[in-house]
Structure formats: structure tokens, C-alpha cells
């Protein structure tokens, strides 16, 4: 039996990929443990090599140092290449005050944070672990990792270790700082989702009907409402007087009681309303009676040479008297303007009469069994760049030490960009929501085990000799902040209960968080703010744990 000794308790690669494996199956199979509707999720792979390194199964430390880091880069390219085509319109109008919450919160951590140290006289390499930890962000704690290993040539051990420390109640304490402003603000859910279902606060498209009765508008075009507007809309069809419907055209000419079926942007709703006339309501049924003789249908975009091309170039309405309402792209919904460029992937709503219908789906493709086949380019072309852009030192006034945006910074903003401007240059960037799980799943995992088989030999010594305080530094780091930023975005910008709870997850970029709140909510509004600002802070993050790291070294 010497030889399987030698298996587990040798340096070679063998022992480091029957121990990494080891570690990550047995972490998940722990995820299966939960806490009422909590779970560790994946952070379970964290503990268990921690234990396992703790009673000497540990691996090589410089391939545990590539796993842990290509792991780290799979994670964050794989989260940046598919928020990348809504990151920049996130920014946006209702978008931008969710991405300034989300600052305030990392601000206020890393103040926190650094107080703690000032106060206590911790250790503020330590502190970073816990902030890490205690907010719930992997990527940040790689890249403090990252910067210590360029600086001094190797990384503190109790970086993971407060990290550990801190983690579980990160996660509770997001929850704990939901409950306490719904206490607050004495919040009822059902009547918070009846307000919301009248108006949410983010950005979003609507569909309303319209009729005619602006005298302003009288006989003119929609082509010439829409240079009046300067808004992003779409007529998807209409109901003359005779209470017949047609498809419109952006010559199409306004007549008093028209009824239009338009889409916008839930920012330009009442714009719109003001500029053609009154709302009114129509039934579905009457929409899509056998009569109107029009359908609508959804049809994914599968063909690569349409990668990239503006709508107006496919002359779908002139040709086939069918309009596009809407693009699904991401899970955001956008306006089908004749600009919008399309994507592989994408999921466009259309309307018209069946037979044209089909040709339409013919030009698009509409073949789902395409989109199985990988495209590997874009993600490893992507992650050359990335570790190039990362490795570029940046020096900052003030800062001894040139920042870089490492491993995860430099490969997460190229995954935005690719993700978002890969198309216009015919690159396809399109991977199926299963395929970019696996992959951030298994970057994740990997990155998770190596950290916890790197720390597991000093972690219960840290605790031992006063890393218990660590849990209470943490809870403070959590709580704190996002009480605050939800305090302000309730009673100063006036957010639903349930965008708050998506602002507060995705400013911790927390999955666990988030399913509690969806759970609570009756809507996707928190979704929708915890994409919202995932991308721009997991960013923030990242460069905040950098610093921090730097003027723990200076």
C-alpha cells in the first residue's frame, strides 16, 4: 500500500490533482447542507481544504499557486463575457444611482476596514482577509493575494484564513441587513409589490397602448414622432378606427383614435404617453384575434454572419412587413431600434403574419442545436489579453508602489469589452447560460481548493491566538455599510424594498443573498439591480483589496 501513500502524501502532479479533486467533491456534497433557505454554496470547497491541508494532505505550493490563479481568471472572464452586453447601459439613467449605492458601500467598507486597524493595532494585510470575507468577495481576496506575491514574493497564509473566518457571517449578515430595513421602513411585501407593479425603479422595457389624441401628431409620421421624442421606441403594431391592425412603418401617418402598441424604455414611458395621446387599456385577445391575423413569436439569432450587424441592415420590416419589439440579450431586455446591433444569442420578439414570420426565422436561423457548438476563441483570446492588461503597473499619487489590476481585474474589464464591442469586429462571444456556469463554477471550485489547501496549516493557530475578533470585525464590515446605503436608497432616491435587497446583494456580489431575495420578492427587480451593479463593483473591489494590500506594504 506504499504506493498509495506516495499518492496522497508526494509533491507531484498526481497527488495535486487527486487532492484538488478530492476537495472540490467533497465540498459539494456538503452544499447540500443548508440553513433554513441559506446555503454556503461552493464556499463549502474552501472549508474542506482548509481541513484536509490542516491534517497534512496538501499539494505543491507552485501548482497550487496556478490553480488557484487560472481558476481565479475562469471565474471572473466567464461573469465579465456575459454581463458585457448590458454592462455599459446599466450605467445609464436609473442604472446610475444603483452603481453609486453599490460605491458608497465598498467606500464604506474599506474605511471601516481601515479603521478597525487603526483603532485595534490588526494587522492590515489581516484586515483585507476579513473584508474579503466579510463581504463576501473571492476575486478581491485572489487579488490581494496576487499583489503581496509580486511585492514581497509570497503570500500571508492568514489572508485566507480571516478570510474563512469571516465568510459565513458575511452571509448572514447581508440577510440580517435586509430584515433590519424592512423593519425599519415597516415594509409589507405584498404592498410593496402592488407600488412596484405600477412603476418599478429600474430601467426596463414596457409595452403600452396608445391612442391617438394629440392634435400635435395628427397626420404625421412615426418616423417624424420619433425625431420629436428622441427616445428609443418601437411601434409594434397598430388598430386603426375600423378596429382593423397593420403593421407600422416608420412612414406609417397618425390618425386621431389610432390605437398603438408601443415599446419603450420604462424611463420614456410617460414621455411618450404625453406625446401621442392617452393611455388606454386592450385586452390580449383582441390584440392577437384570429382576425388581426398577426402572431408574435420569438426567434433566436444563430447565424455567425449576422454577428454584429445593425437591424436596419437586415430590412426586415420593408421586406417582410414584420417588426422587431424587442432584443433579449443577457436577460435584459432592450428596444429594437434600427441601431441596436444584433448578437449570437440574442432572442429577438417579433410580430407579423405567420407566412413571414417563418422567412424571418429562416434569415435569423432560429437553430438552437447551433448554439451547443463552443466557441473557444473569444474566451481564450479574451484571457491572453486579460493577463496582459492586468500585468500593466499603474501608478497612482501617493502610492509607493504601482497598482495593477492583476489576474482578475485585467481579464474581468476585457470580458466586459469583448462581451460588449466583440460582435462589431464579428467575434463571436456567444456561450450558452450552461456552458458559462460550467466554466465559473469549475474556475471558482479550483480557485477555492487551492486557496483552502494553502491555508489550512496556520488556520486554526490564527483563530487560536485571537482570530475569533476576526468574526466580529467582519459582522461590523457587513452589516454597517449596507444599512447605511439601504437607509439612504429608501428614504432619499425612493427604491422599491426589492431592488434594495438586489442592490445589497450585488454590491457583496453575493449568490446566496440574492436567492434569499428572490425568495422574498414577487418580481425580478432585485435581479435586475444586483446585475446592475455586479460588474462595476466586483471591479471596485478587486482595486480596493490592491490598495489596501499596498499601504499594508509601504
Same mark, same amino acid.
Given at each position: 500500500?506504499?504506493?498509495?501513500?506516495?499518492l496522497?502524501?508526494?509533491?507531484g502532479?498526481?497527488?495535486?490533482?487527486?487532492?484538488v479533486?478530492?476537495?472540490?467533491?467533497?465540498?459539494l456534497?456538503?452544499?447540500?447542507?443548508r440553513?433554513?433557505?441559506?446555503?454556503?454554496?461552493?464556499? +463549502?470547497?474552501?472549508f /474542506?481544504g482548509? /481541513?484536509?491541508?490542516?491534517?497534512?494532505?496538501?499539494?505543491d505550493?507552485?501548482?497550487?499557486d496556478?490553480?488557484r490563479?487560472?481558476?481565479?481568471i475562469?471565474? !471572473?472572464?466567464?461573469?465579465?463575457?456575459?454581463?458585457?452586453? &448590458?454592462?455599459?447601459?446599466s450605467?445609464?439613467?436609473?442604472?446610475l444611482?444603483?452603481n453609486?449605492?453599490?460605491?458608497?458601500?465598498?467606500?464604506?467598507?474599506?474605511?471601516?476596514?481601515?479603521?478597525?486597524h487603526?483603532v485595534?493595532?490588526?494587522?492590515?494585510?489581516?484586515?483585507?482577509?476579513?473584508?474579503?470575507?466579510?463581504v463576501t468577495?473571492?476575486?478581491?481576496?485572489?487579488a490581494?493575494?496576487?499583489?503581496?506575491?509580486? =511585492? @514581497?514574493?509570497?503570500?500571508d497564509?492568514?489572508?485566507?484564513?480571516?478570510?474563512a473566518v469571516?465568510?459565513?457571517?458575511?452571509?448572514?449578515? @447581508? @440577510?440580517?441587513a435586509?430584515l433590519?430595513?424592512? +423593519?425599519?421602513?415597516?415594509?409589507?411585501v405584498d404592498?410593496?409589490?402592488?407600488?412596484?407593479?405600477?412603476g418599478?425603479?429600474?430601467p426596463?422595457?414596457?409595452?403600452?397602448?396608445l391612442r391617438?389624441?394629440?392634435?400635435?401628431?395628427?397626420?404625421?409620421? @412615426?418616423?417624424?414622432?420619433?425625431?420629436?421624442?428622441?427616445s428609443?421606441?418601437?411601434?409594434?403594431r397598430?388598430?386603426? &378606427?375600423d378596429?382593423s391592425?397593420?403593421?407600422a412603418?416608420?412612414?406609417? !401617418?397618425?390618425?386621431?383614435?389610432?390605437?398603438?402598441?408601443v !415599446?419603450?424604455?420604462?424611463?420614456?414611458?410617460?414621455?411618450?404617453?404625453?406625446?401621442?395621446?392617452?393611455?388606454?387599456?386592450?385586452?390580449?385577445?383582441? +390584440?392577437?384575434?384570429? %382576425?388581426?391575423?398577426?402572431?408574435?413569436?420569438?426567434?433566436?439569432?444563430?447565424?455567425?454572419?449576422?454577428?454584429?450587424?445593425?437591424?436596419?441592415?437586415?430590412?426586415?420590416?420593408?421586406?417582410?412587413n414584420?417588426?422587431?419589439?424587442?432584443?433579449?440579450?443577457a436577460g435584459?431586455?432592450?428596444?429594437?431600434?434600427?441601431?441596436l446591433?444584433?448578437?449570437?444569442?440574442?432572442?429577438?420578439?417579433?410580430?407579423?403574419?405567420k407566412?413571414?414570420?417563418?422567412?424571418?426565422?429562416?434569415?435569423?436561423g432560429?437553430?438552437?442545436?447551433?448554439?451547443?457548438?463552443?466557441?473557444?476563441?473569444?474566451i481564450?483570446?479574451?484571457?491572453f489579453?486579460?493577463?496582459?492588461l492586468?500585468s500593466i503597473?499603474?501608478?497612482?499619487p501617493?502610492?509607493?508602489?504601482p497598482v495593477k489590476? &492583476?489576474? %482578475?481585474?485585467?481579464?474581468?474589464i476585457?470580458?466586459?469589452?469583448?462581451?460588449?464591442?466583440?460582435?462589431?469586429y464579428?467575434l463571436?462571444?456567444?456561450?450558452?447560460?450552461?456552458?458559462n456556469?460550467?466554466i465559473?463554477e469549475?474556475?471558482?471550485?479550483?480557485?477555492?481548493?487551492?486557496?483552502g489547501?494553502?491555508?489550512?496549516?496556520?488556520?486554526?493557530?490564527?483563530?487560536?491566538?485571537?482570530?475569533y475578533?476576526?468574526v466580529?470585525?467582519?459582522?461590523v464590515?457587513?452589516? *454597517?455599510? *449596507?444599512?447605511?446605503? &439601504?437607509?439612504?436608497?429608501?428614504k432619499?432616491?425612493?427604491?422599491?424594498?426589492?431592488?434594495?435587497m438586489?442592490?445589497?446583494?450585488?454590491?457583496?456580489?453575493?449568490?446566496?443573498?440574492?436567492?434569499?431575495?428572490n425568495?422574498?420578492?414577487t418580481?425580478?427587480?432585485?435581479?435586475?439591480a444586483?446585475?446592475? /451593479?455586479?460588474?462595476?463593483?466586483?471591479?471596485?473591489? =478587486?482595486?480596493?483589496?490592491? =490598495?489596501?494590500?499596498?499601504?499594508?506594504?509601504s
Amino acid at each position: 500500500m506504499e504506493w498509495l501513500t506516495n499518492l496522497f502524501f508526494s509533491s507531484g502532479i498526481a497527488n495535486a490533482v487527486l487532492i484538488v479533486s478530492l476537495t472540490i467533491a467533497l465540498g459539494l456534497l456538503l452544499n447540500r447542507i443548508r440553513f433554513g433557505s441559506i446555503s454556503l454554496g461552493v464556499t +463549502w470547497v474552501l472549508f /474542506v481544504g482548509i /481541513v484536509l491541508s490542516h491534517f497534512g494532505f496538501g499539494i505543491d505550493s507552485r501548482i497550487c499557486d496556478f490553480v488557484r490563479e487560472f481558476g481565479l481568471i475562469l471565474f !471572473v472572464y466567464s461573469i465579465g463575457l456575459q454581463v458585457g452586453p &448590458g454592462f455599459f447601459s446599466s450605467l445609464k439613467e436609473g442604472g446610475l444611482r444603483f452603481n453609486i449605492l453599490a460605491g458608497v458601500i465598498v467606500l464604506l467598507g474599506c474605511i471601516i476596514t481601515y479603521s478597525i486597524h487603526a483603532v485595534t493595532g490588526e494587522d492590515l494585510t489581516t484586515m483585507v482577509g476579513v473584508m474579503s470575507g466579510a463581504v463576501t468577495n473571492t476575486p478581491g481576496l485572489g487579488a490581494a493575494q496576487q499583489t503581496m506575491s509580486d =511585492i @514581497i514574493g509570497e503570500t500571508d497564509n492568514t489572508l485566507a484564513s480571516a478570510y474563512a473566518v469571516a465568510y459565513p457571517l458575511g452571509v448572514l449578515g @447581508i @440577510i440580517f441587513a435586509m430584515l433590519v430595513i424592512r +423593519w425599519v421602513f415597516r415594509i409589507k411585501v405584498d404592498r410593496e409589490a402592488a407600488v412596484t407593479e405600477r412603476g418599478g425603479n429600474t430601467p426596463h422595457t414596457v409595452r403600452i397602448d396608445l391612442r391617438v389624441t394629440n392634435k400635435a401628431v395628427f397626420g404625421k409620421s @412615426i418616423r417624424d414622432v420619433g425625431r420629436i421624442a428622441r427616445s428609443k421606441f418601437v411601434v409594434a403594431r397598430m388598430m386603426c &378606427g375600423d378596429m382593423s391592425q397593420k403593421i407600422a412603418s416608420g412612414d406609417t !401617418v397618425l390618425h386621431e383614435n389610432d390605437i398603438l402598441r408601443v !415599446v419603450v424604455g420604462s424611463q420614456d414611458e410617460e414621455l411618450m404617453q404625453s406625446l401621442i395621446g392617452e393611455r388606454v387599456h386592450i385586452d390580449e385577445s383582441q +390584440w392577437h384575434s384570429s %382576425a388581426s391575423n398577426l402572431e408574435k413569436r420569438r426567434i433566436v439569432v444563430t447565424k455567425p454572419q449576422l454577428n454584429g450587424k445593425h437591424i436596419s441592415d437586415l430590412h426586415i420590416r420593408e421586406n417582410y412587413n414584420v417588426t422587431i419589439t424587442r432584443v433579449v440579450r443577457a436577460g435584459i431586455e432592450l428596444v429594437a431600434t434600427y441601431e441596436l446591433r444584433l448578437q449570437m444569442g440574442d432572442v429577438v420578439v417579433v410580430i407579423g403574419r405567420k407566412n413571414d414570420l417563418d422567412q424571418v426565422a429562416a434569415i435569423l436561423g432560429n437553430s438552437v442545436k447551433r448554439l451547443d457548438h463552443p466557441n473557444l476563441l473569444p474566451i481564450f483570446i479574451g484571457i491572453f489579453l486579460g493577463v496582459v492588461l492586468g500585468s500593466i503597473p499603474i501608478m497612482f499619487p501617493g502610492v509607493p508602489q504601482p497598482v495593477k489590476l &492583476g489576474l %482578475a481585474g485585467g481579464p474581468l474589464i476585457v470580458a466586459i469589452l469583448v462581451g460588449r464591442y466583440g460582435p462589431r469586429y464579428k467575434l463571436v462571444t456567444f456561450t450558452t447560460n450552461s456552458a458559462n456556469m460550467m466554466i465559473r463554477e469549475i474556475g471558482i471550485s479550483l480557485f477555492l481548493a487551492a486557496v483552502g489547501l494553502g491555508a489550512g496549516e496556520s488556520f486554526v493557530s490564527s483563530v487560536v491566538n485571537g482570530g475569533y475578533w476576526w468574526v466580529l470585525y467582519g459582522a461590523v464590515i457587513t452589516v *454597517l455599510p *449596507l444599512l447605511i446605503a &439601504g437607509i439612504i436608497a429608501r428614504k432619499l432616491f425612493k427604491l422599491d424594498y426589492f431592488s434594495i435587497m438586489g442592490l445589497l446583494s450585488g454590491s457583496m456580489t453575493d449568490p446566496p443573498a440574492l436567492a434569499y431575495a428572490n425568495t422574498v420578492a414577487t418580481n425580478d427587480n432585485a435581479s435586475v439591480a444586483y446585475a446592475t /451593479v455586479y460588474p462595476l463593483t466586483m471591479f471596485m473591489r =478587486i482595486f480596493a483589496a490592491q =490598495i489596501l494590500v499596498l499601504i499594508a506594504l509601504s
